[in-house]
């Protein structure tokens, strides 16, 4: 499978470094899990600037962001459809869990996520 780069916009890279030095409980809880290529073999980034957004996980080899919903985003809906809709014409597919599934049914989240990449990787 050949991997695209998705381009992003030079300005994101300091504000993606300021995010990971301000992660939220549930991103750090779910980095743990995901980082050194823990998750079936992938490497993983977090807080990956992609086109002129920002997704808290990423995988390039199989296109797929993980999105934490907590707080910030019950305000942000509508911001969040539109983001996630130009990210997947972009080819980026989406899983998302809320801050609170990933901080109270991790099991349950990796689980989500195993499966997801057994249906979807590519050999």
């Not at 995901?34 to 990956?48: A, E, P, S, T, V």
């Not at 985003?73 to 080819?91: I, M, N, P, S, W």
Request: proline residues 2%.
């Amino acid at each position: 499978m050949r991997r695209t780069i998705i381009p992003y916009k030079p300005y994101l890279k300091e504000l993606a470094k300021k995010l990971r030095k301000n992660s939220t409980l549930a991103e750090v809880l779910l980095w743990d899990e995901l980082k050194n290529r823990k998750m079936q073999g992938l490497d993983f980034d977090r807080q990956k600037p992609l086109d002129t957004f920002i997704v808290d996980f990423y995988c390039k080899e199989v296109r797929l962001a993980i999105e934490v919903d907590g707080d910030s985003h019950d305000y942000a809906f509508e911001e969040d459809v539109a983001r996630q809709r130009r990210l997947e014409d972009l080819g980026v597919r989406f899983l998302r869990f809320s801050d609170r599934e990933v901080k109270q049914d991790m099991q349950n989240v990796l689980r989500t996520i195993e499966i997801w990449v057994e249906e979807n990787r590519r050999q």
